[in-house]
């Protein structure tokens, strides 16, 4: 019997292409730089991003210093940027999302979220109207610990207050997400319905035929 679903965040409840993106090309544009140079220098911080090492406004500083364009200015206006995109992201969150998140607390089931998340994500999150439905919130940022570790889904499901069998996992695949939810012992679920907006080179994953899909947000209920 499922009592509790735990969901993904980006490309499961709300997608980052649904308005304008904001990816690495479009921080290379805002530094007038040239792309392949920035996105080495930002990928090399990646690990401290999500761990909860280093801020955004951190990061920033120190790829602009590597990439010896440093100012207070650049850094700043990526920062400003990358913010206002969130807040895009969340403002056009789908009212499908809502009313799945609506029905399963109608049904008694608790909801969780565990995020691979930088500092202005955890922060959006916090700040989105989705974060009062979650039961418990499992941030890469704050926790130091990233999917697929094992241990994520581990403290989620600890916070929850329910076994891992007991759980369905959402989400659209990326860092592995399903395999890991799997192999802790959750029953995964793929989400598909925003599959569509995606593009190269930023398509989070393919479609695996490993689980059964979710082509709607309502598509979720099939598998309580």
Known sequence: MVKAVIFDMFETLVSIF????????????DLDVPVEDFRTVWHTTERARSLGQKTIPEVMDICLTELGIYSE????????????????????????????????KERGIKIGLISNCYSDEAQAIKESVL?????????????????????????AV???????????????GGSKELFAARDA???????LYFA??????????????EFGPAHTQMDVLKYL
Request: charged fraction near 30%; hydrophobic fraction near 40%.
């Open 185 to 191: 012992g959750m029953k995964a679920v793929q989400a």
């Open 158 to 172: 600890e916070m929850l207050g329910v076994t891992a069998s007991e759980c369905l996992y959402v989400g659209d």
């Open 73 to 104: 200015e650049k850094a700043r206006l990526v920062v400003d940027h990358r913010r206002e995109h969130l807040e895009d992201v969340f403002a056009r969150t789908p009212k499908e999302t809502i009313e799945l998140l609506q029905a399963l």
């Open 131 to 155: 974060y009062p439905f979650f039961d418990a919130a499992v941030l890469s940022y704050e926790q130091g610990v990233t999917k697929p570790d094992p241990e994520i889904f581990r403290r």
């Open 196 to 209: 569509h907006l995606a593009y190269e080179p930023h398509v989070p994953c393919a479609r695996l035929e």
């Open 18 to 29: 649904s308005g304008e993106s904001y990816f690495s090309e479009h921080m290379a544009a």
